[in-house]
């Protein structure tokens, strides 16, 4: 379905748990973070009916995230089900990657379509800092789990933040040129608690573009569906890179997704706080069509555009690991 402002929504990103096997610093506190109890967190039922829901008006693509999606119990039935609903064509997963490798097969072989790995540096003792002790080894056999699955494009999001990660850009895009892996840069934005976030932390992703432009050829490529990242191959190379900028340069014009906290309350932007609780509305017994006008109804109210450079708001009182980055 359309919007008020004319966009086509076709996408949706689920987040299935709001809980995490790394603590990365901008995203979780090390310690006392108040989890939902199971009890609260939207079941594969409920998941599914929604997943109908939603395709019914015209969703096609699904992505999993969280938290770590990996960490859910049977995620992989979760998958195999959703990429069974007609008129669900494509089923992705957002993942730190740490738990993908022994996973890999299974999750394939259930319908998973494509994999974006998050990956904040390439450097061992840099990884176990920034994700507070995980294990660059284990993300990494993770994408080559992936590649060697052939679930291409595989991607690597990365978030560029000042004074961390900024002088490993070019070797960032170097792994782009090596490997067919598509590395997407992406603004730090400030978000939930701002844990980590400062504005002397954020580069703009077109400081970051001028600086793989010195040296490598950005040959500019078809973007597929309405993703919000400039896409470019680099000459030569295998792979690609991409720009994500929400700050300096947002692309809420192009937005064709809604989101579905681990709580099951529909957002139809990151930044918009106002939330449709569809699990209530489930528990209360809301038949598929219902549900369905519910959600569109939501929809007409996505909001123009997001106003993050104001900061996230008092009234947002979720995280990123609740909503689903
Ligand atoms: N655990 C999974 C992972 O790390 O890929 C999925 C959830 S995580 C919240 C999704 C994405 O949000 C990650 O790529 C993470 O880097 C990104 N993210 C979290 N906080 C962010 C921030 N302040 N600015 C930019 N990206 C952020
Ligand atoms: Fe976990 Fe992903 Fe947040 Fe890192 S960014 S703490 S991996 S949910």
Redesign the pocket.
Known sequence: MRDNYGRAISYIRISVTDR?NLR?R??MPETGISKLDHSQILSFEDTVAIAEAVSDLGISKIRL?????LVRRNITGLVGRLAEIPGIEEVTL???GTLFEQMAKSLHSQGLKRV???M?SLIAEKYRFITRDGSLQDAWKGILAAMELGMNPVKI?T?IIKGFNDDEILQFADLAYRFPLQIRF???????DLLF?DQSRVISIQEVKTIIGKQYNLLPTLQAGNGPAEQFKLEGGQGGVGFISPLSNHFCAKCNRIRLTAEGKLRTCLYDYHETDLKSALVEGIGRAELAQLIAQAISRKPERHHMDCGWGENNNRK??QI??
Do not use: A, L
Not at 65 to 69: D, N
């Open positions: 995490c990365c901008y995203c995230t969280g938290g770590e999606p957002t993942t730190n974006n790995f998050s904040d999001n978030v992406i603004e730090f934005m400030p978000v939930g976030w990123m690991y689903g980055g």
